[in-house]
């Protein structure tokens, strides 16, 4: 009877040394292989990972490391994976989402509809993540929390490291947000939202968490972005609050509130008031915009 007792809980141990092993340690700027499929369950990364209160810079981080790290950015990213020595978590504003969550260099997280928070699963790999970089901390990293709380993090066993979780969704940077602020990723595909400080979608309204990247009726848009192509297809162009604005493409159109847009120069012509993102302007009569007015 013991000697059997012995032997099943040596096999436990050993089971549990191999999970431990099965994730390889990674470096500030390190990356590994892409996952066959996605994580089943939360890592209990917290147990390797240190938290502490207060931004990077508070903290007097090194420069060039973490969030700061030049392949961090991602637009580079997108083409590695990038698991950082440190990462930080601000409650903030970026253009008209607030609050939504920034990381230590001021670029938005997102996320994904198609992932679940209930277990903790992503299901953006391969394209996707080289278009959506899953935001990654290194195995033995810093988490710095700034306006989020500590018990709304956690974290997936991804490319070796950690890809961190708000509120249990799985969070990501966008590719194209170039700079500090760009909030590009807004609403795009009806299934891409900036993360708030508890994991709900930022710019949607409370109760509606569920909707396709709309606004509530009447409330003015502080600005837009139009894409050439449909579908939110690059290059695109970034318009802003009040009055009349010149419009340069006319394939799709994002936008948190309602604005007019006008076939015309100046505000002139034929006008149709939109509220949310348009995926294809030319499927609702407007195969060319001029011009757009914020109220």
Known sequence: MLRSRAMALASFA??????LSAC???DGGGSGAAPTGAPSAPAAGAGELSFKTGTAKQNNSKPNTGDWAPGAAPVVAAKKPVARKWVQLSAGRAGALDPVVVNGAGFTLYRFDNDTANPSKSNCFDACASTWPPYLVAR???VFIDGVQQSAIGFLPRDGAFQVTIGGWPVYLFSKDTKPGDTNGQGVGGTWFGVTPDGQKAGQPAGGQTGGGTSPTGV??????FFESPNFGDPSQGVSA????SVTFSGSLQIEGSAKIWDGPNC?????TVQG???DLAAIGFASVKSIRFN
Request: charged fraction near 15%.
């Open 14 to 19: 050993a089971a549990g040394i191999l999970a």
């Open 242 to 245: 009040p009055g009349c604005k």
């Open 24 to 26: 390889s340690t990674a």
């Open 140 to 142: 033995g990293g810093r």
């Open 277 to 279: 993102n348009v995926n």
């Open 268 to 272: 002139t012509g034929k006008s149709l």
């Open 220 to 225: 003015p848009a502080k600005g837009a972005t």
